[in-house]
């Protein structure tokens, strides 16, 4: 019997849509290669585990579960990152309902992008900087380092931004800074809404 296996989704827009904050040589590297790796990677822990079930191999379960819990995060933050975003617009206009939530839950949208930005900044090595809602629709701003340490359980990602050098160091080099500020006009707010809203 053969479980679940995952699949990369094609994006929405073409590899060049987000320049100039993202170049066309990121996109095509970030979504084909990387994010491809992480799929075959939670696809070969899955069928490991098979394996192991049937007695067909030993498994190391703890290495197995280790492989699962990063690539299969990988995927999953990956999927949401790409929806994320959109066709780079100069004044990236955000819905009227979303800037009211981020006013009720931070003070103002500048605060919002302001800890979202410094956040980011903070990941140590690699990782993702996000926007989550809890259970009763409070947002917050969290960190994730690499794919899968420093999460809360139950969180729902609304907005994340990929921090991994990978996702950046070929537009800005060593500039994260600078890729967190640009990276808003491209931000598919409609998206987001959306996410919040179910
Ligand atoms: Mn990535």
Known sequence: MQGVRYTLSPLTYDYDALQPVISKEIMKLHHDKHHQ??????????????????????????????DLSFNLNGHLLHEIFWKN???YQDKNEM????????????????????EFVEAGKAVEASGWV????????????????????????????????DVWEHAYYLDYTNDRGAYLEKWWNVVNWDDVMERINT
């Open 130 to 161: 996000m926007l989550v809602k809890d259970s009763e629709g409070n947002l917050m701003v969290t960190q994730v380092q690499n794919h899968n340490l420093l999460g809360v359980t139950g969180f729902k990602p609304v907005l994340v931004n």
């Open 37 to 66: 790796a992480y799929v075959n990677g939670a696809n070969a822990a899955l069928e490991l585990l098979e394996k192991g079930r049937t007695g067909v191999v030993i498994v190391n379960l703890k290495s197995v579960m280790r």
């Open 95 to 114: 819905p009227e309902k979303l800037a009211e939530l981020l006013i009720k839950n931070f003070g103002s949208v500048d605060a919002f992008k302001k």
């Open 85 to 87: 975003m959109r066709k």
